[in-house]
């Protein structure tokens, strides 16, 4: 059974900053592309960041420069480190395991982030 399991949410003042982790467990997690997504209320889910097996990363660019992604295949997680969040960051996060090859595509049940004073 696959499981992704997002942690780290929560509320943050505009500025601060959060870490999500998504820890993967019934996949094997060196094989698959990894990504983080979020969907804010009456809006679409989008990209957020993507880091594939050999380490690529790349951003939205409403990210780019405040956010990075991460992985460590030994724990079978991947990292959202995000500062300097603002209010339109608000969103749900979810993480996402890709292996588009052999069209396994798992999700998360996702994280609250609320970016609010």
């Known amino acids: 059974q696959v499981q992704l399991v997002e942690s780290g949410g929560g509320l943050v003042q505009p500025g601060g900053s959060l870490r999500l982790s998504c820890a993967a467990s019934?996949?094997?997690?060196?094989?698959?592309?990894m990504g983080w997504y979020r969907q804010a209320p009456g809006k679409q889910r989008e990209l957020v960041a993507t880091?594939?097996?050999?380490?690529?990363?790349n951003y939205a660019g409403s990210v780019k420069g405040r956010f990075t992604i991460s992985r460590d295949n030994a724990k079978k997680t991947v990292y959202l480190q995000m500062n300097s969040l603002k209010p339109e960051d608000t969103a749900v996060y979810y993480c996402?395991?890709?292996?588009?090859?052999?069209?396994?595509?798992?999700w998360g049940q996702g994280t609250q982030v609320t970016v609010s004073s």
């Open positions: 996402n395991a890709d292996w588009t090859t052999q069209r396994r595509n798992y």
């Open positions: 019934g996949i094997i997690f060196s094989w698959y592309s």
């Open positions: 880091i594939t097996t050999d380490y690529s990363t």
